[in-house]
Structure formats: structure tokens, C-alpha cells
């Protein structure tokens, strides 16, 4: 088979990575890539968020199976576009992708299929929005309806900072994902993720991870896209498992068909755990990053297996094999990430990594320039390992995160203390 990857990240890596083990792979071809991707597949440089663009691609590329990695392609159709072009494809609808691109459309749903969540309601205008919160009191959690690249969510610990969180988001600082907030009570409790492939009609339950969210050790400092994570996540007990299939992925999914709008993809459930019951803080229609890669590393070439299994409707025969093992990576960022960092600076040291079914370091964001790895984005990459139990998995990955020469970098050094 000719398989398209759509996205530049350490996910895109780690599915690459995954996909090119199973034997039932001609060409694989990542769209854009970066320099680690490079070193296993094609890259191409193409408008990944332009349905039309990559319809043609797919055909002058004789392309058989296309995953979408990222969220923009799927809220903007790009799945829509190949599916209807007849390219076996990965990845939900526009329609379907709004269980993430839209905190108001997921909050209905769980509503009309009665899954757990916090309680909340939508607003456009300001003093709407306040008279709200004065009513229900902090702590209280604002959200920009849209997507926000991660940031449009603000935990406020006082009213104060509730309210000023809908100045911001109403006076356009997250632009049109902000025109309309959301605003729900705080849930207390441990986060972990839960991720589920789907062919529209049957979940199959993947596996569960916990990310680390804030820069800095000790779940401390600015939030961030993800600092590190680890697989399996021992607080999403069998029991907890079983628990979210029921009141909350099986519910939502047929609320979805019932809508006439099917999801198929990978369903990845955030979650908020107390006294053994989940609640939902959020859907994404993708797969995690970084939990991809510890994912994918555990899952290796079955990866391409099960996501065409989705694409084909026939996840009822699909089974996922797991080894009793552990997976963790650390990302390394740009010094000042989340905020202002340097682009283009040197690392070194990768060459001499081990790279094998335990060890890899994959690329987030980066590209060769002159024969060198250089820097191009804020998480830069993610080293990830496996190995029997989660302290070895963490021992093994912070050895190759020492041997890796950059200066310019930063990680935290703490990644998996919670389930350690
Ligand atoms: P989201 O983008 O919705 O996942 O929100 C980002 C982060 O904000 C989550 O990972 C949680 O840590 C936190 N968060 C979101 N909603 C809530 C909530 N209702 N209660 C507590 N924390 C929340
Ligand atoms: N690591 C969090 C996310 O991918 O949304």
C-alpha cells in the first residue's frame, strides 16, 4: 500500500515510525515532515489544510490509505474531501471532528446522551458571562469555544481571574475561537487520557496515558501542549475502563450516528478521575502529543492494522495485542517555550541514540539545514522508550535525553512521578 501521513509532529513521527514496520507497506509519505520523519519516509511539502490540494496529491501518488494527524485538517474537511474523492481514510468528518474543534457542540452532546461532565453553559456576551460566575463562584473554568491551539482554557482559582478571563476571550484575544465562551464548574481530581479507535459503529477501547501539561517540574508553570507522558496510566484501572465505554464513549458515539454524523477515527477522551468514576473535561478527535508516541511505541505495526480497520468499518474483528510493558517520553523544548524561544540553534549528540523497537527519539520540530539537526519549533523532540516497568522506561529515556548535546534546550526531569 501507498500510505499519506498528514502533519509535522512527534506524532506524525511515532505513527510513521509505527506504519513502516507492517509489511504491508510500499511507500509511506509524510505531509510536511520534519528531519526525523525525513529519515524513514517522504517527506512533501503541500497545504495540508486544503482538501483539494491534498485530493490531488493522493492521486498523482497513487495513495491508497491517508491518515490525518493533526486537528485543523479534520475541522476543515480535509477528511471529508478524500473520503469523498474515495481514498480510504482515517479520521473524522468536519462534522464529526467538532467533539473537539467546538467545547459547546461535545458539552450538548454529553447533555443529550447523559455522560458525566461538569456542569456549564455557553455565552456571547460579557455581562451575561459574569452575572454567571458571580452566581456560581470560583473555582470555575473559562474555555474559548474554538480551537485555540491548547490555550484557550483558563482554570481561574478566584472570581477575579474568572472575569478577566472573559474580557479576553470576548474582546477577541483568541479571535473567532473565542467569540463564544464556555464556562463549567472545576472538577477535582487526577487527569489521565483515554484514547478509543472507532469505525462509526464499533469502539474498540486503544489504551490510556497521562501527560504532563505544565513546563516545569512538579506540575508547576505555564501550561504547555505536553512536557512528556507515559502509557499505561495505572489511575484508568480495568473497572475505570469499562465505566467510560459505558456512560461515556458509547453513549456519545451513538448520539453522533443518531445525528447522522458517524465518527471514525481515534476518539481521545480527557478525563478527570475521583473516588473510581471518570468525568469528561474534553474530547479530541486525534491522537495525543506527546501520548502518541508512547503509544505507538508499544503498539508498533498493529498501528496501521487497527487504523484500517476504522477506515474500513471493520473493527468488530480488530483486536489490540499488548505487551505487559511501559512506555515513556520526555520532550525537550526551545529555552522559553511556552512563551518567546530561539529558532534555528544546533543539537547534537543524535547520531550515537539507539533506535530500535525500545528506544527512539522522534522529531517534533525540527529540519536539516546544512547537514545539521536544527531547531524549528518550541517542543522540539520527544525521547521515548519502553521497557518493562515504568521506572526503567523512565531511566532509559532520561539516559538518551543526557547523551543529546543541546544547549538551547530545556526538559523537565520529573516526567512519570505521579504513577512512580
Ligand atoms: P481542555 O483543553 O478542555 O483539556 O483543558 C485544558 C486543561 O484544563 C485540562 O487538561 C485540565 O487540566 C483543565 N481543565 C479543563 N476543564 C476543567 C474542569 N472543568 N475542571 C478542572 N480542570 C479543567
Ligand atoms: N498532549 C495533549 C494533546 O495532545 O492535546
Known amino acids: 500500500m501507498n500510505i499519506l501521513i498528514l502533519g509535522s509532529g512527534g506524532r506524525e513521527h511515532a505513527l510513521a515510525w509505527a506504519v513502516k514496520q507492517n509489511p504491508k507497506v510500499d511507500r509511506l509519505i509524510v505531509a510536511p515532515g520534519n528531519a526525523g520523519i525525513a529519515m524513514l519516509a517522504e517527506c512533501a511539502d503541500i497545504d495540508i489544510l486544503d482538501g483539494t490540494t491534498v485530493v490531488t496529491f493522493c492521486a498523482e501518488n497513487a495513495i491508497d490509505f491517508i491518515v490525518v494527524g493533526p486537528e485543523a485538517p479534520l475541522a476543515a474537511g480535509v477528511a471529508d474531501a478524500t473520503r469523498l474523492a474515495g481514498i480510504l481514510t482515517f479520521g473524522p468528518s468536519a462534522a464529526a471532528a467538532q467533539l473537539e474543534a467546538s467545547k459547546a457542540f461535545t458539552k450538548d452532546i454529553c447533555d443529550a446522551c447523559g455522560a458525566p461532565t461538569a456542569a456549564w453553559a455557553r455565552f456571547t456576551e460579557p455581562a451575561a458571562a459574569k452575572a454567571y460566575i458571580r452566581a456560581r463562584g470560583a473555582p470555575i473554568v473559562v474555555k474559548a469555544n474554538g480551537l485555540a491551539a491548547g490555550k484557550g482554557v483558563i482554570v481561574a482559582t478566584t472570581e477575579a481571574e474568572a472575569l478577566a478571563a472573559i474580557d479576553d476571550m470576548l ?116 491522537f495525543g502529543d506527546p501520548e502518541a508516541q508512547v503509544l505507538m511505541m508499544r503498539l508498533g505495526a498493529q498501528a496501521l492494522d487497527l487504523m484500517l480497520g476504522c477506515a474500513e468499518g471493520r473493527l468488530s474483528e480488530a483486536q489490540v495485542h499488548w505487551a505487559d510493558d511501559h512506555a515513556l517520553t520526555v520532550v525537550m523544548a526551545a529555552k522559553g517555550y511556552p512563551g518567546p524561544y530561539a529558532r534555528g540553534t544546533v543539537i547534537r549528540g543524535l547520531d550515537a541514540l539507539p533506535e530500535d523497537s525500545r528506544h527512539m527519539v522522534f522529531h517534533a520540530g525540527t529540519a536539516a539545514i546544512d547537514g545539521q539537526i536544527t531547531a524549528t519549533g518550541g517542543r522540539v523532540l520527544t525521547v521515548t522508550a519502553r521497557a518493562a516497568t515504568l521506572a526503567a522506561a523512565q531511566s532509559s529515556a532520561y539516559e538518551m535525553v543526557d547523551a543529546v548535546d543541546w544547549p538551547d534546550g530545556f526538559c523537565r526531569r520529573d516526567i512519570g512521578w505521579r504513577a512512580l
Open 171 to 286: 474582546s477577541g484575544a483568541f479571535g473567532a475561537a473565542g467569540a463564544e465562551v464556555v464556562i463549567e464548574d472545576f472538577m477535582d481530581g487526577e487527569e489521565a487520557s483515554f484514547f478509543i479507535l472507532t469505525d462509526g459503529t464499533n469502539a474498540l477501547p486503544l489504551g490510556t496515558a497521562q501527560d504532563h501539561k505544565r513546563a516545569f517540574d512538579g506540575d508547576t508553570g505555564p501550561n504547555t501542549g505536553g512536557m512528556g507522558a507515559y502509557s499505561p496510566a495505572p489511575v484508568l484501572t480495568d473497572a475505570i475502563q469499562a465505566q467510560v465505554m459505558a456512560d461515556i464513549i458509547r453513549p456519545t458515539l451513538a448520539e453522533m450516528a443518531r445525528r447522522g454524523t458517524p465518527y471514525q477515527g481515534v476518539l481521545y477522551a480527557g478525563l478527570m478521575i475521583k473516588d473510581g468514576r471518570a468525568r469528561l473535561i474534553e474530547y479530541n478527535a486525534r
